[in-house]
């Protein structure tokens, strides 16, 4: 099971995750006002792994509210810490926080900043926001599990510019070594980092093969199709390894101005822009 594709012919995304792609679409919406509203940007890396954190947390992650501090429970870890408005509105819509919390989204003061910090609120389990550190950070909370023998798993989500970062393959090395089985890294393959294609950066490809290599079984994905989501994490579920997900993913998915454009990495929607990617997501204002 080193490096595969993982696939299943038999579900659709709008049959059987019919609900999750609403509530994808309902995400990306409250993305797209809060960057309109607070003035802040990463905008596409935020809208590009909407699908991988919506079916983790409605279909895998063991975490809900009544837990999130139990020592047993499911860690998920964001690397990419300047994507964390998909994180807030996914705990929010989940339960974790109050809707009004975002009110005040990225003031001085608020319980949601710009960036990750631990305890701001229910959910959040590390500070993030310097690249290349999560995968650090879930190694060791996965290496914890086994020295506390507590079962639960540690999903952590990464960039795919993060890729360039020595932290991260030292962590990709160490986790092997501990036989960290109850680790799974997902990479936000979009393709972009801030200042240019990433093939034109770092020489990340084949980095399916790369994790396999480096003693991980690991496959690769749409990142935007739920039953290939599915079929990976069950694929994890049950590795004998750490396990890595290379999600193939679009910059800004979801909103076609926006998508594979690299100017919406520190552009902020207009009003009227809002307006257009709420009709075009088919949603309400929230």
Known sequence: MNSRTATKDSKTAEGEFGSLVATAAKIRGRIIQLSHQARTPHLGSSLSFVELLVYLYWNFLKIC????????RDRFVLSKGHGITTLYAVLAERG????????????PGSPLPEHPSPNCVPGIEAATGSLGHGLSIATGIALASKMNAIDYKVVCLLSD?????????????????????????????????ATGRSSEITALEPIETKFAAFGWNSCRIDGHDFSQIESALSMAKKSDKPFAIIADTVKGKGIK?????????YRIPSKDEVDSAFEELGIKPL
């Open 65 to 72: 509210p009544e837990i999130a501090k139990d020592p047993a």
């Open 96 to 107: 974790f926080f109050s809707q009004e919390f975002f009110e005040d989204y990225a003031q």
């Open 161 to 193: 510019g993060e890729c360039n970062e020595g932290s991260t393959w030292e962590a990709a090395l160490l986790a092997p070594a501990y036989n960290l089985v109850n680790l799974i890294a997902i990479v936000d393959y979009n393709k972009w980092q």
């Open 257 to 265: 101005m926006m998508e594979d454009d690299n100017n919406w990495h």
